[in-house]
């Protein structure tokens, strides 16, 4: 429903997972009935697509057979006053992890992704590699990767014994009919030695300090001497 003026931004988003038939819709608020020729443009991304018009109302129906039918469509009414809305088609988003995953070397990283509502086809675990992303088989390599569907929904990368090579960023792409969806997470594999940094550069410090206080009194007493 179209408010007004100042609601021009009016978007909605629409999951779909599956072909199916939409029916996307645009109705002027009852407010603004009284509004007589108005011109009407519906458009998929900058393509101008037709429309069905009854009172007040002007919509378009859509068959979704594959992800080339998902993308953005809007429609603009143009008068007195102007009015817009978008729709956004869209397979589901997976739900991964925002925040880093911060471990060591020689330990185990765990990490899950998460499609609610909707059950991929398949999940695939991938790598990044620059611009690449390689695919993580678990069969090849037993002793470092494990994958789990825990469930329909839900699928997990276990990653064994760390090194600095393991640390970048890991994608779960989740495959719909429709089309894949990818959740990113950061892994960052620290050295062993990187909890005693801060400590070692106290030690440091203080060794600095009492090597300066010791060859200053060395000095001293050596100035007094001679005096």
Not at 25 to 38: A, P, T, V
Not at 118 to 140: C, E, F, H, R, V
């Amino acid at each position: 429903i179209l408010l007004g003026i100042s609601d021009t931004s009016i978007a909605k988003n629409i999951t779909l997972d599956h072909a199916t038939s939409v029916v996307l819709s645009c109705r002027l608020d009852n407010k603004y009935s009284q509004l007589k020729s108005l011109q009407v443009t519906w458009k998929k991304g900058n393509e101008t697509i037709g429309h069905n018009a009854t009172e007040n109302s002007w919509s378009i129906q859509l068959r979704i057979s594959d992800n080339s039918k998902l993308g953005s469509y809007s429609c603009t009414l143009k008068g007195e006053e102007e009015f817009s809305a978008i729709f956004h088609l869209q397979v589901p988003k997976i739900e991964g992890r925002e925040k880093p995953i911060v471990t060591y070397e020689g330990d185990t990283a765990v990490m899950i992704c998460k499609s609610l509502g909707y059950t991929p086809i398949a999940w695939t675990w991938y790598i990044t590699n620059g611009s690449k992303q390689i695919a993580i088989n678990d069969t090849l390599l037993p002793d470092k990767y494990v994958i789990t569907r825990i469930s329909a929904n839900v699928t997990r990368l276990k990653i064994l014994k760390l090194t600095k090579e393991d640390d970048g960023v890991y994608c779960c792409e989740a495959a719909f009919e429709l089309g894949k969806s990818q959740g990113k997470t950061k892994l960052k594999v620290l050295s062993l030695m990187a909890p005693l940094r801060p400590f070692l550069a106290v030690v440091a410090e203080v060794v600095i300090l009492v090597t300066i206080i010791f060859i200053y009194e060395m000095y001293s007493k050596k100035k007094e001497k001679y005096a």
